[in-house]
């Protein structure tokens, strides 16, 4: 069984950073493709940013482009999601997902083989 363990989420005011973590179980880092959605209230999960097994593909949902860096850590079974410059509009529930499809889905409804629980980020103006 595959687990993802989120962490990181807070409150920040805008123009704030926040970097956000997600730990895979196992010994099965590898082999999955990694990404973050989010979900703001009343919206549907939408995709965020996702980076390939062998870390050399990346896509990004074009509103934080520039603003989010996701990368990941291979010795640490870990996938990071950089935000820098938020905006009001990035708050949500971020989740980290991992699946063997590539690329990941990015058109809504959001899916994936495995989800994280959930973390928090909220931003004020």
């Known amino acids: 069984q595959v687990q993802l363990v989120e962490s990181g989420g807070g409150l920040v005011q805008a123009g704030g950073s926040l970097r956000l973590s997600c730990e895979i179980s196992?010994?099965?880092?590898?082999?999955?493709?990694m990404g973050w959605f989010r979900q703001a209230p009343g919206k549907e999960r939408a995709f965020v940013a996702s980076i390939s097994r062998s870390g050399d593909s990346i896509y990004y949902l074009h509103t934080v482009k520039g603003r989010f860096t996701i990368s990941r850590d291979y010795a640490k079974n870990t996938v990071y999601l950089q935000m820098n410059y938020l905006k009001p509009e990035d708050t949500a529930v971020y989740y980290c997902?991992?699946?063997?499809?590539?690329?990941?889905?990015?058109?809504?409804?959001?899916?994936?083989?495995?989800w994280g629980q959930g973390t928090q980020v909220t931003v004020s103006s």
């Open positions: 196992g010994r099965t880092f590898s082999t999955y493709n």
């Open positions: 997902a991992a699946d063997q499809d590539w690329p990941m889905k990015m058109s809504p409804p959001a899916r994936a083989t495995y």
